[in-house]
């Protein structure tokens, strides 16, 4: 397949940190994307709907380097980083030894690589467990560990594929809020992969649909912050979502949607501890 892959050392100069251009991927003659066309800003938190097997992961590894049978061309930030629904730790490293695994040393030595671990440890609220065994942690503990070793590589840009897609509803909320804040610390490019309307629209600038390999939709989240379910604007673009995935919500149980979005009312972005 022809391909153009290319890393740029900064955000580009219009502001973007992603560029995909005509972006196909098949698997056994099936086409799972077709022609794809996606732009991300510098700082801009993308979010990435559609039903499995509409090729949501397959772009989200396209665009992290750790898929090059495509055609099409891609522009991305050298400095990426992705986290997976699955934190996968190193089990026999320590917590913080996960943290900087596979960074050199640098300048300031083995000291100083620590020391950055421990920073980011800390930013993500585990600096007390940094000489714990990763079997040891919750779920959300070992979430926000994969968190930390997104953050410690400094990333233009951060992939995450329905990282918190495992977790309880209740360690989701923490989760969401944390994110949250760790986004408006380091100011990433972000395209998070996600089954969760609710999700998309509580967390992102922008959401994109993906549906038989196509975008289907792409819109902005005009919604105020803090961001409220019961909102009118928030329900209408819940309700555009759903519909652009083919499910009608007077078709889906109220105590299932409560369910799937996780039962909080509202998200503060920029309170999040109120929570």
């Known amino acids: 397949m022809s391909r153009g892959y290319e890393e740029a050392p900064e955000v580009l100069t219009n502001g973007a940190?992603?560029?995909?251009?005509?972006?196909?991927?098949?698997?056994?003659?099936?086409d799972v994307l077709k022609d794809v066309n996606l732009t991300i800003q510098g700082d801009e938190f993308v979010a990435l709907l559609g039903r499995s097997g509409t090729g949501k992961s397959t772009?989200?590894?396209?665009?992290?380097?750790?898929?090059?049978?495509?055609?099409g061309d891609v522009l991305v930030p050298q400095r990426r980083a992705v986290v997976f629904q699955e934190s996968r730790l190193v089990p026999w490293l320590r917590v913080a030894a996960n943290v900087v695994l596979g960074l050199r040393p640098g300048n300031g030595g083995r000291a100083a690589l620590r020391a950055r671990g421990l920073a980011a440890l800390a930013?993500?609220?585990?600096?007390?467990?940094?000489?714990?065994?990763?079997?040891?942690?919750?779920?959300?503990?070992?979430q926000r560990v994969a968190l930390a070793r997104a953050l410690v590589r400094e990333p233009q840009l951060m992939l995450l594929d329905e990282p918190f897609g495992a977790l309880d509803a209740l360690t989701r909320i923490k989760m969401h809020a944390l994110l949250q804040r760790l986004c408006a610390r380091h100011r990433p490019a972000v395209l998070l992969v996600t089954h969760d309307v609710d999700e998309a629209i509580l967390l992102a600038d922008r959401v994109v649909v993906l549906v038989d390999g196509e975008i289907a939709l792409d819109t902005r989240v005009d919604v105020k912050h803090p961001r409220d379910r019961g909102n009118p604007a928030f329900v209408d673009?819940?309700?555009?979502?759903?519909?652009?995935?083919?499910?009608?919500?007077?078709?889906?149980?109220?105590?299932?949607?409560?369910?799937?979005?996780?039962?909080d009312r509202q998200f503060h972005r920029q309170d999040p501890e109120k929570i």
Do not use: C, M
């Open 123 to 142: 930013e993500v609220e585990l600096a007390e467990h940094a000489r714990d065994w990763p079997l040891t942690l919750s779920g959300g503990e070992a």
């Open 59 to 71: 772009l989200l590894r396209i665009l992290g380097g750790l898929d090059a049978d495509y055609e």
């Open 17 to 30: 940190a992603v560029i995909a251009h005509n972006v196909r991927r098949s698997f056994n003659g099936r």
């Open 237 to 263: 673009l819940r309700n555009q979502l759903l519909k652009e995935l083919g499910v009608n919500e007077v078709d889906v149980a109220p105590s299932l949607l409560h369910a799937v979005s996780g039962g």
